[in-house]
């Protein structure tokens, strides 16, 4: 079993409607992310947590929100969709005594109408 | 800020070429730096990774030299196979960036096609 999982895998919305994006994994990392990847642009990063009490914007912050429900689960919310948010979404994990290294999970594509 | 620019793809390679990927970066403070993979459908992974200038990362017959010198990190493999054909990120974490500390900056990506 995959140690980060992201679920759904790919959504197709209109604009104006809310959307979460799941995250949960099995390492045991306390430290978790969010970013989007656009072709073109590499990965950005949106949201990141370090532990269940501590939720920090990234670069893109705007238009989103997290939640960080457990130590295993984080999940991103978009409170009204819009086509511009069509992207590549995708969680990552890290452990506290290797920051450095991240662990992705498959990715979710969403799409806009 | 920190910033990562690698060489823009696609590049297209016959199997069993050399492969080179320029990465160079800029940063405050004392990055580690990294190459992950991107195989099709898929998530990032992990490819190797360098913590201090001179370190060589290696796995799976890719390597690549942290060069303070040149602010450099290229990707390097003798021989490529098929199953290369990916999409390859740089990136750094510089844990010394006050407000960005332990964040990855990617760079934009490199297309690799590996034809038979």
């Known amino acids: 079993d995959a140690d980060v999982t992201q679920t759904p895998r790919n959504r197709i919305t209109k604009t104006g409607k809310r959307i979460m994006l799941e995250c949960s994994q099995t390492k045991g990392h306390d430290r978790m992310y969010w970013y989007r990847q656009d072709p073109g642009l590499g990965l950005r990063l949106i949201y990141y947590?370090?532990?269940?009490?501590?939720?920090n914007k990234g670069e893109i912050s705007d238009g989103y929100s997290v939640s960080r429900q457990a130590q295993a689960k984080f999940s991103l919310s978009l409170e009204s969709a819009i086509p511009n948010q069509t992207a590549l979404y995708f969680c990552?994990?890290?452990?506290?005594?290797?920051?450095?290294?991240?662990?992705f999970g498959p990715g979710t594509r969403l799409t806009v109408l | 800020g920190n910033s990562v620019t690698q060489m823009e793809g696609p590049v297209t390679l016959s199997e069993e070429a050399f492969l080179t990927i320029n990465c160079t970066y800029t940063a405050t403070g004392y990055p580690s730096l990294f190459w992950y993979v991107q195989y099709p459908g898929e998530g990032l992974q992990l490819l190797l990774k360098a913590t201090k200038a001179d370190d060589k990362g290696s796995n799976k017959g890719f390597e690549a030299t942290y060069r303070k010198e040149t602010t450099s990190f290229h990707l390097e493999k003798g021989s490529v196979q098929v199953s290369d054909s990916a999409v390859y990120f740089c990136?750094?974490?510089?844990?010394?960036?006050?407000?960005?500390?332990?964040?990855?900056?990617f760079g934009k990506g490199t297309k690799l096609s590996v034809i038979p």
């Open positions: 947590s370090f532990d269940v009490k501590d939720i």
């Open positions: 990136a750094l974490s510089d844990l010394y960036s006050g407000a960005g500390s332990y964040q990855l900056t």
């Open positions: 990552a994990t890290s452990a506290n005594r290797d920051t450095d290294t991240q662990y």
